[in-house]
């Protein structure tokens, strides 16, 4: 069964930087085609794309974040990650970890195409 546990979600000011980490456990990146994303949703808000990045590295942001955010992997050790610079109060949300078995190329932009997903980690961004 696949598993994807995030961390590294927290209270920072604008201008600041987190770094979010999202573990994968049940099957190996390395041996499975998959795609894999940050989606945010914050309150009151639909849940959003934020960045995905697919086998091949093809990789897809969101318009608000392009620049300022960067989605990497590590196939190794099943990692994905969220690299966030520059933070702006409407950035607060709750960030969620997805990800899809799929093949190469550009990788899935909907909610509804990723059938794996984490419980979540809040980003608040203060002013």
């Known amino acids: 069964q696949v598993q994807l546990v995030e961390s590294g979600g927290g209270l920072v000011q604008a201008g600041g930087s987190l770094r979010l980490s999202c573990a994968a456990s049940?099957?190996?990146?390395?041996?499975?085609?998959?795609?894999v994303a940050w989606f945010r949703q914050a309150p009151g808000k639909q849940r959003e794309l934020v960045a995905s990045?697919?086998?091949?590295?093809?990789?897809t942001y969101a318009d608000s974040v392009k620049g300022r955010f960067g989605i990497s992997r590590d196939n190794v050790k099943n990692m994905v990650y969220l690299q966030m610079n520059s933070l702006k109060p409407e950035d607060t949300a709750v960030y969620y970890c997805?990800?899809?078995?799929?093949?190469?190329?550009?990788?899935?932009?909907?909610?509804?195409?990723?059938?794996?997903w984490g419980q979540g980690t809040q980003v608040t961004v203060s002013s």
């Open positions: 049940g099957l190996s990146f390395s041996d499975v085609p998959v795609a």
């Open positions: 997805a990800l899809v078995r799929a093949l190469p190329g550009r990788p899935p932009r909907r909610e509804n195409e990723y059938n794996y």
């Open positions: 990045k697919s086998s091949d590295d093809t990789t």
